[in-house]
């Protein structure tokens, strides 16, 4: 079975500019997860899409981050602009489908965004 | 805001010892996950309690759940080398958006 995948990998960027990150979660999977990772912190939730609606948005900085779910696949995130502060790394996830108590999550392996 | 806090925030121990790592939480939950992060990785899921659970095994880990108290325990017995990742616990909360919540994490190092 394939894992999520996610790109680019790696991004650099200069502060005020935008960039997009990309996930195609495990076929089949209901529910995406966009965290943020700062470096020595644990994950934190961004957004969470149940199929191709929103259920969790409440942490995302709606004024410089969006994020969709087309036809409940896959998913991209954007930031425009960015900030410094914005430097982590963005992990997409999946689970099967949360509203039938299938928590386990399954990660991509992120994208490490650096804003200078 | 962070709901659990992993103690303690680094270890280092020898292959073969047991490794122990904690969590405390602060509001009811429906379950706990724990998650392995290798460096420069992902996160993989390694086990999940539920709130009526109070102990799994799984493999060479073992996870406790006391909701009295609040807080959960992962046991890594026989630790190898290739156990070395910081390890997270996530909470996923009773009412609200439900959503899984990571602490900071524990760091462990098993030196050969």
């Known amino acids: 079975e394939a894992g999520v995948a996610q790109s680019p990998r790696y991004k650099i960027i200069e502060k005020r500019q935008s960039v997009a990150f990309w996930c195609n979660p495990i076929?089949?999977?209901?529910?995406l997860y966009w965290y943020q990772q700062i470096l020595g912190q644990g994950p934190k939730l961004l957004i969470q899409f149940q199929n191709n609606g929103v259920v969790d948005d409440s942490q995302l900085p709606k004024d410089r981050f969006s994020a969709e779910r087309l036809k409940g696949v896959d998913s991209t995130l954007k930031i425009q602009p960015a900030k410094l502060e914005d430097s982590a790394v963005y992990l997409c996830?999946?689970?099967?489908?949360?509203?039938?108590?299938?928590?386990?999550?399954?990660f991509g392996p992120g994208t490490r965004l650096t804003v200078t | 805001s962070q709901q659990g806090e992993e103690d303690p925030q680094a270890l280092s121990i020898q292959e073969g010892e047991n490794a122990t790592m904690n969590c405390s939480y602060k509001?009811?939950?429906?379950?706990l996950q724990w998650y392995r992060q290798n460096s420069g990785r992902g996160l993989v899921h390694l086990i999940l309690i539920r709130s009526n659970e109070r102990e799994k095994h799984s493999g060479r880990l073992r996870v406790t759940l006391d909701t009295s108290k609040k807080s959960s325990s992962l046991l890594i017995t026989a630790s190898r080398a290739a156990d070395t990742a910081s390890y997270f616990c996530?909470?996923?909360?009773?009412?609200?958006?439900?959503?899984?919540?990571f602490g900071k994490g524990t760091k462990l190092t098993v030196n050969p």
């Open positions: 509001t009811s939950i429906n379950n």
């Open positions: 076929s089949g999977h209901a529910t």
């Open positions: 996830a999946s689970s099967l489908d949360r509203e039938q108590f299938h928590y386990e999550q399954y």
């Open positions: 996530a909470t996923d909360s009773q009412g609200g958006s439900e959503k899984l919540v």
